[in-house]
């Protein structure tokens, strides 16, 4: 079933602005909500139509890339409907599985983390606040994965005192506080709550005498270096997490995590939506009306691709496989291939009698628009 044009489903033109946009569809929407029609299947066919031509539409990126390649921007990749920009949790919970070792599962703690919250309470299991880190990689390591060593200032465990906080060689003594249990009770009402002693923070000993290097906290400023393993098919926004390397606990408390963002750089041939790779290709006008074969380029290299006869400007071929591989699957997405056509900028005095020549042969002095335009532009007139 061809997909009709997202802006006459909308009833917009092609220069529509944003406003114009949203009241076309808030007026299509409203009239074919499946609330207004119920059991009525062909509007509500109408109505998804109408909205999946807004999503693309609202989005600037989007609404370029569909002005450029028509729906085939939009294509495989999703399995229909749209393919829709890729949440990158969604990539994150891919890639790690869900809760992976320790950090336990739920994702309201990452932001916790970044944004500086969470960190109150009690001092004893003061954990290390996560870091993040945003890394730039090319649109071909995003395709082949690579392994990128990063550089931070973060704190690390103190090494003289192993992140206790103790001067090495120097003797703990047991906790006055507590007398040694690790645990205070305080007492409401009938109600005796344990609960971890502050001064000790639970080890049921004090330090004797502080470290020097770290002045008791068990941690030190340092350029620490890590390797990140970046798996093929990453994009824009994925994040990739080492467990353990974001700043260290206080005093012996377990460090938080290190997250690596990825950003891809922009790339001079290539356009990528999700798994797909775009990229137009002005051809020689002649070549467009004889047909030929030419030399694409793609992330692997070059391949030939057929051009055949009278090919018409905007036309999309599809390379299968020559796309990026995806993160969960590592199947591959294709390279479209947008066909532009090349006019030539100055023609000498025997190339324009020579084409002068081929006009007047196709009758097109006088008739310059395409026959099938004009029989629109004439049915239009007739009504
Ligand atoms: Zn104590
Ligand atoms: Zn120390």
């Known amino acids: 079933m061809a997909k009709k044009d997202f802006y006459s489903l909308l009833g917009v033109s092609r220069e529509a602005s944003a406003s114009e946009l949203k009241k076309a569809y808030r007026k299509l929407a409203v009239q074919y909500h499946p609330d207004k029609n119920p059991g009525d299947k062909e509007a509500e066919e109408k109505f998804k139509q109408v909205s999946e031509a807004y999503d693309v539409l609202k989005d600037p990126e989007k609404r370029q890339r569909y002005d450029q390649f028509g729906h085939a921007a939009f294509q495989g990749g999703g399995g229909g409907g749209h393919a829709g920009s890729v949440d990158p949790f969604e990539i994150f919970r891919e890639v790690f599985g869900g809760g992976g070792g320790g950090g ?103 330090i004797e005498k502080v470290c020097r290097s770290c002045r008791g906290e068990g941690r030190v400023q340092e350029t620490s270096k890590v390797k990140i393993k970046i798996p093929p098919g ?48 002005p051809i020689k006008f002649t070549l467009a009306a004889l047909g030929g074969t030419i030399e694409v380029p793609t992330l692997d290299g070059k391949a030939s691709l057929k051009i055949p006869s009278s090919t018409q400007s905007g036309t999309v071929f599809r390379l299968r496989g020559h796309g990026i591989p995806n993160l969960r699957t590592g199947r591959k997405g294709d390279q479209m291939i947008r066909i532009s056509i090349d ?31 004009r029989a629109k532009v004439k049915r239009y007139f007739k009504e």
């Open 234 to 281: 990453v994009d824009t926004g994925s994040r990739l997490c080492s467990r353990g390397q974001g700043e260290a606990g206080i005093q012996g408390g377990e460090p938080g995590d290190l997250y690596v963002v990825v950003h891809l750089k922009e790339h001079e041939v290539f356009e990528r939506t999700n798994d797909d790779l775009y990229c137009e290709i």
């Open 104 to 206: 336990g599962g739920g994702f309201g703690g990452i932001f916790e983390n970044f944004f500086g919250g969470g960190m109150g309470g009690d001092p004893s299991s003061v954990r290390g606040p996560d870091l993040r880190y945003d890394l730039e990689i090319s649109l071909k390591e995003a395709s082949k994965g690579v392994e990128r060593e990063v550089r931070y200032r973060r704190h690390a465990p103190c090494k003289p005192c192993s992140g206790s906080g103790a001067e090495p060689g120097s003797s703990k003594s047991g906790c006055p506080t507590c007398r040694g249990t690790g645990q205070v009770a305080t007492n409401r009402g009938f109600i005796s709550i344990q609960r971890t002693c502050p001064k000790c923070k639970g080890t049921g000993s004090v």
């Open 343 to 373: 006019v030539p900028k100055r023609l000498t005095k025997d190339q324009r009698k020579r084409l002068e020549d081929f006009a007047e042969s196709c009758g097109d002095p006088g008739n310059p628009v395409s026959d099938s335009f």
